[in-house]
Structures are given as structure tokens and as C-alpha cells.
């Protein structure tokens, strides 16, 4: 058995074990089986260093764990070294593990508009949030801007990291944009739907009625109804992209580095919408 699978910590509601398998049952891979792994920060290293041993040729690494797996490769990626998170792990036949980040360009692709020329809003300070920083930059959005939850809670300084690595705008409060990508898991609480509302207030300082002000939205949260902000998105007319969209896209470039095979997206977009 050629087994691969994810590392995240929790992976209550992943849904990228039926979403790979329908791929590996689509092309008649039998041999194959891709799983979940949960695994705890304090026990990713050992883990990892573990499953060539187990029978495995790769894995997508998920929260928290794209920064740690990024200090483990031995063969990272160009890509991966200037984002500074990996979420693609290889492991090669001469023992060394290969990484690669396929959410930047799984980002483009998931999007469908090149943003040249744009300027957008980035929520998060995390590895999702570095390579959608870096992917957006490298195709020319004008203007790039990150937010993060505020400094008692611990994003902020994460926030001005990255904005200072990747030269971007540290932003105080979520600014009008042409696109807004969110990379927190904040969404799946209801958003106010306006700025004196006392119910339903989340942690994305964001209303109904800001949200309006974003002509594409991306989240890349994925739950079994579409979110609030991208609820909100579209009640504005907006461009969305779903953040199973998202999934797709970067989890085909994933199994197309560990299988050799043209991925099977119409297989995959299945698996993922039978979950709704």
C-alpha cells in the first residue's frame, strides 16, 4: 500500500482524504490510499520523520504545522524558500523530504482573474496568509495589504512580520480593496450586519455592509454551507471563490507531484460537493 495523507492539528472536518481518494479510485490507483493525521505541534517532527517508514510518499500539511514543515525539508522548493511555509511534503526514494506550496499558485488558479493590477486585503498572518501574499505580489496586484486579530490576542505581530517580509501595507482596520482573501478560520461565526449590531459579532472586524465594498472575496474556509463573509460577498454581487475551490486547486497540484498523473478535478470537485 502507497499510502499519503494530511497533518494538521485539529482535522475534525478535512475534507481532503475524500476528496484525494475519489481522485486515486477515478484514475484506478488501488493501491493507494491518502488518510487524515492528526498530529499535536509537539509531535509533528517525529511524525514526519516517521511516515517514509509507514509506507508513505507524501503529505499536505494543514494548520499550524506549514512553518515547522517548512524547517524539516531538505529539498524545498524556490517558491517554498521565499514563502517561508511549505504545505506539500515529498517523501524521496533517497530518504530526504521534498517541499512544495502549491496554495500560492492553487490561489491563481482557484481565483480565474489575474489580479495585475489590483489591490487586495489579506486577513491572517499565518502560512495560508504568506503564500497568498507572495502569489498575489508575484502576479502584479498593485497595492497588497495584511490584517491580523489584535495584539492581545497575538496576530498582530505575525501581521507586521510578514508585511515587512514581503515588503506589503500592515494595515489597522480592513480597507476597501478589489479583492479580500481570507485567511483566518473566523468566518464560520456570523458577521454584524452593521457596526452598532451587539449580536452575532465575530472576530473579523468586518460588517455586511463593508463586505460590499470588495468586488472579489475569497475565503478559504470550507464548511458544509458557504460561509457568511462569502454569504455576504455575493448578496453584494460579488466575484466569490469557495474555499473548496481553493482546496481543489492546490490539492491537484499536490497529488500531481506525488502520482506522476494528471489529476482528476471533476472527480475531486465531486467528492468535495457531496459533503455539502
Aim: with cysteine; hydrophobic share 45%; aromatic share 6%.
Amino acid at each position: 500500500m502507497i499510502r499519503l495523507g494530511v497533518l494538521g492539528w485539529p482535522l475534525e472536518r478535512s475534507l481532503s482524504p475524500p476528496m484525494h481518494n475519489a481522485a486515486l479510485q477515478a484514475l484506478g490507483m488501488s493501491e493507494w490510499r491518502y488518510q487524515a493525521l492528526p498530529v499535536p505541534p509537539e509531535l509533528f517532527e517525529q511524525t514526519v520523520r516517521s511516515l517514509p517508514d509507514a509506507g508513505f510518499r507524501g503529505a499536505n500539511v494543514t494548520i499550524p504545522h506549514k512553518a515547522a514543515a517548512f524547517t524539516l525539508a531538505d529539498r524545498p522548493s524556490d517558491a517554498a524558500r521565499e514563502i517561508g511555509a511549505v504545505n506539500t511534503l515529498t517523501f524521496l526514494p533517497d530518504g530526504a523530504i521534498e517541499a512544495q506550496n502549491t496554495d500560492a499558485p492553487g490561489l491563481l488558479d482557484a481565483l480565474a482573474v489575474s489580479p495585475r493590477g489590483m489591490s487586495a486585503l489579506v486577513l491572517g498572518a499565518g502560512g495560508s496568509a504568506q503564500a497568498v501574499v507572495w502569489a498575489l505580489r508575484n502576479a502584479g496586484a498593485r497595492e497588497i495589504s495584511v490584517w491580523s486579530r489584535p495584539p492581545e490576542r497575538g496576530g498582530s505581530g505575525r501581521a507586521r512580520a510578514l508585511a515587512q517580509r514581503f515588503e506589503v501595507l500592515l494595515a489597522p482596520a480592513p480597507t476597501a480593496a478589489d479583492l479580500l482573501v481570507n485567511c483566518t478560520p473566523l468566518t464560520a461565526l456570523a458577521l454584524r450586519t452593521s457596526a452598532t449590531e451587539r449580536q452575532g459579532l465575530n472576530s473579523l472586524p468586518l460588517t455586511f455592509d463593508q463586505v460590499g465594498s470588495y468586488p472579489h472575496v475569497v475565503d478559504l474556509v470550507y464548511t458544509s454551507s458557504q460561509t457568511p463573509l462569502l454569504a455576504a460577498a455575493r448578496a453584494h454581487g460579488a466575484h466569490t471563490v469557495d474555499g473548496r475551490d481553493f482546496l481543489l486547486a492546490q490539492g491537484a497540484l499536490s497529488f500531481e507531484r506525488w502520482t506522476g498523473a494528471e489529476a482528476p478535478r471533476e472527480a475531486m470537485r465531486r467528492a468535495l460537493h457531496e459533503r455539502d
